[in-house]
């Protein structure tokens, strides 16, 4: 089953900027559709952000102008911008993604999760 693995993650202060990528951990034939899920301390895991294989995008209404998603095809990679990052966006940041495997096999697959803290 392919795993995905996220990176980027870190300590970063107030108004400043990360860049996580989500990597397939083998290779794959194609992504589908991506999206990336923040889960605060004590909440549910939340949407942040969408992208659908014809690269079509869609984000949550707290992260609208701050953060970008993008996909790179060529080497089956999934990033998210982040910018003006707040306390509140602590968070670990999980990415979920389906696509299909060396043997054309669908797979639908959750990454560990990589922490983001936001602090002065």
């Given amino acids: 089953q ?3 693995v ?3 993650g870190g300590l970063v202060q107030p108004g400043g900027s990360l860049r996580l990528s989500c990597a397939a951990s083998e290779t794959i034939r194609r992504f589908y559709t991506v999206v990336w899920y923040s889960q605060a301390p004590g909440k549910e895991r939340e949407l942040v952000a969408t992208i659908t ?3 079509s995008t869609d984000y949550a209404d707290s992260v609208k102008g701050r953060f970008t998603i993008s ?3 060529d080497n089956f990679s999934v990033y998210l911008q982040m910018n003006s990052l707040q306390p ?3 968070a670990v940041y999980y990415c979920h993604g ?3 495997d060396v ?3 669908l797979f639908d697959s959750w990454g560990q999760g990589t922490q983001v803290t936001v602090s002065s």
């Fill in 2 to 4: 392919v795993r995905l």
């Fill in 53 to 55: 294989s014809t690269g």
């Fill in 103 to 105: 043997d054309y096999l």
């Fill in 88 to 90: 509140d966006d602590t």
């Fill in 98 to 100: 389906q696509g299909r």
């Fill in 71 to 73: 996909r790179d095809d």
């Fill in 6 to 8: 996220e990176s980027g």
